[in-house]
């Protein structure tokens, strides 16, 4: 009983879907009142000229519509595909529409042309397209055009233009506003997604089952990709059995189903046929056989790039790094305690940096890197500090690494080179890594150092001899902050930086003591 209750309400779900889809077909129907551009059914096209075989055959000179364009003062301008006319008039005389009023040709043909009622018949290059303006509709939505045609130059204009009026009458009952057609740059984008009724801009329920778009575009080819997921309607849950899009044609096709979950589609994938916002989908539901018909809106005007990994396999890479200003394009006065070379371990797909910083004097002030965090003042940066992996002699860091928080240019930072004068502040800057530089060194998944590792007593033993008192104490203090901090990255920028900041400090306290004594 209870799986016949579930087969039950999924169906009644699948019909509530498909009802929303059952308003009335002329509901997004335009009248031309508002800016935009229709597709415009032409009712009549009827030729001011009384022969019944000339009127039969310039009805369709100007195909089955017009595209209209309307602008914000309510001017309209419409585009004509021309149509090759056959006047019988007991012999087949090929005739083209040469010029409308007020028009510009747009593209060009080649079609058969009679010369004349006693002329040979020829190829010749004549109009495809013209854009022209559209005069005032009458109250039958009627307007007068005057055109010339070849047939008739030749006949009644002895080779020179022959103007004829034909009456254009509209059919403005089926009006249908398109779609602006877009031409993209080749990527992978993010693209906010919905889905719409059928024959109304409200939010169709269908929307419940899409959870996100991507689009890849290749040479304005766009191959569209969604996410489904389960969806929720009066208590129930329910999972999209397939999906069709429309072509141009007017026919469905079902979208490819690249994963699953329980016999269900996950992650779907098709290809549009034209590159518009809306495209007329179908969705299937609770194993009926009936689709629910809504509109798939992809908002192409607000895309988001993709960046693709630089990193496509595994292993030891190389790039070339530089400490530079946090707000400024411009190297950072501490630039100098950064190697300029960095590596960049790749393991599982996760990326991991390796930063060597070094000492940095200024007059008779040197000062190390001791605290590195990736992010910005404006950040938790706190949490999100770089692991020291090497130490000098004296207990400085000299190797850092952190994961990598992105693939972009410039990497935020947040150093403290522990200068008390400066009071110990935490400087910002930037890690600029040059991409173009990187290259891949070996499959190798973990760090390789040439450092030697140091005993603590051969340190000390190193250690000057007569280094002052007061150094010690101050190094000593020093290795107690530096044990506190927290770990996890690679950056040597940020040292300098704080270096800089120091000794400006220190020079501006020695100024300040002479001035006073």
């Known amino acids: 009983m209870k ?39 032409i009712k009549s096209l009827t030729s001011a000229a009384p022969i019944p075989a000339v009127q039969t055959a310039f009805a369709k000179a100007f195909g089955d519509s017009l595209e209209v364009t309307v602008n914000e003062d309510g001017k ?35 079609e058969k042309s009679t010369q004349g009622m006693n002329g040979q018949t020829v190829d010749v290059d004549v109009p495809e397209k013209i854009l022209f303006d559209l005069p005032q509709l009458d109250e039958n939505n009627s307007t007068v055009l005057s055109i010339t045609v070849d047939f008739m130059n030749a006949m ?94 007017g026919t469905y096709q079902e979208a490819t189903i690249i994963e699953e979950e329980n016999g269900h589609p996950t992650k779907v994938q ?14 299937y539901y609770g194993g009926s056989n009936r689709g629910a018909t809504a509109r798939l809106s992809l908002d192409l005007d607000h895309l988001t790039k993709v960046i693709p990994s630089r990193f496509n396999q595994d292993g030891t890479y190389s790039v070339d790094v530089a400490l530079w200003n946090a707000t400024s394009d411009k190297a950072s006065m501490a630039a100098a305690a950064l190697d300029s070379k960095a590596k ?66 410039y990497i935020n930072v947040m150093m403290n080179p522990h200068v008390a004068m400066m009071g110990n502040m935490d400087l910002a800057a930037r890690i600029k890594v040059d991409y173009s530089t990187l290259t891949y060194i070996s499959d190798k998944t973990e760090l390789e150092t040439n450092t030697k590792k140091e005993d603590p007593k051969e340190n000390n033993q190193n250690q000057a001899s007569n280094t002052a008192t007061e150094n010690k104490t101050e190094t000593k203090k020093d290795n107690q902050q530096e044990s506190q901090a927290v770990k996890t990255g690679d950056q040597a920028p940020i040292t300098m930086m704080s270096v800089l900041g120091m000794i400006s400090l220190f020079m501006l306290v020695v100024l300040q003591k002479k001035y006073e004594a």
Request: charge should be negative.
């Open 3 to 41: 799986k016949l209750l579930k087969i039950t309400l999924a169906l009644m779900m699948a019909l509530c879907l498909q009802l929303t889809s059952f308003n009335s077909v002329h509901a997004l129907n335009n009248d031309l009142s508002k800016a935009g551009t229709y597709q415009v059914p």
């Open 156 to 249: 009644m204009g002895q080779g020179n233009d022959y103007p004829t009026n034909v009456t254009l009458t509209l059919d403005l009952d089926n009006v249908q506003q398109l779609q602006k057609e877009y031409v993209l740059e080749d990527g992978t984008y993010n693209v906010p997604v919905d889905v719409l009724k059928e024959n109304s801009d409200d939010q169709s329920m269908a929307a419940k089952a899409i959870e996100s778009a991507q689009i890849n575009v290749n040479n304005n080819e766009v191959t569209v990709t969604l996410k489904l997921k389960e969806m929720t309607i009066y208590g129930q849950t329910a999972s999209v059995d397939k999906m069709e899009y429309q072509l141009k044609d």
């Open 76 to 110: 309209m301008q419409a585009i004509a595909t021309l149509q090759n006319m056959i006047i019988n008039l007991g012999k087949e005389y090929y005739a083209n529409v040469l010029t409308i009023a007020n028009g510009t040709t747009l593209s060009t043909k080649v």
């Open 344 to 409: 960049i371990i790749v393991k599982d797909g996760k990326a991991t940096m390796y930063i060597s910083t070094k000492e940095m004097s200024f007059g008779t002030i040197k000062a190390s890197l001791q605290e590195f965090y990736i992010g910005s003042a404006q950040e938790d940066y706190k949490n999100h500090s770089a692991t020291i992996i090497e130490k000098d002699t004296q207990g400085n860091p000299t190797l850092w690494s952190f994961e990598l928080p992105h693939e972009d240019e």
């Open 270 to 283: 098709f290809k549009l046929d034209q590159n518009v916002k809306l495209t007329n989908v179908k969705f």
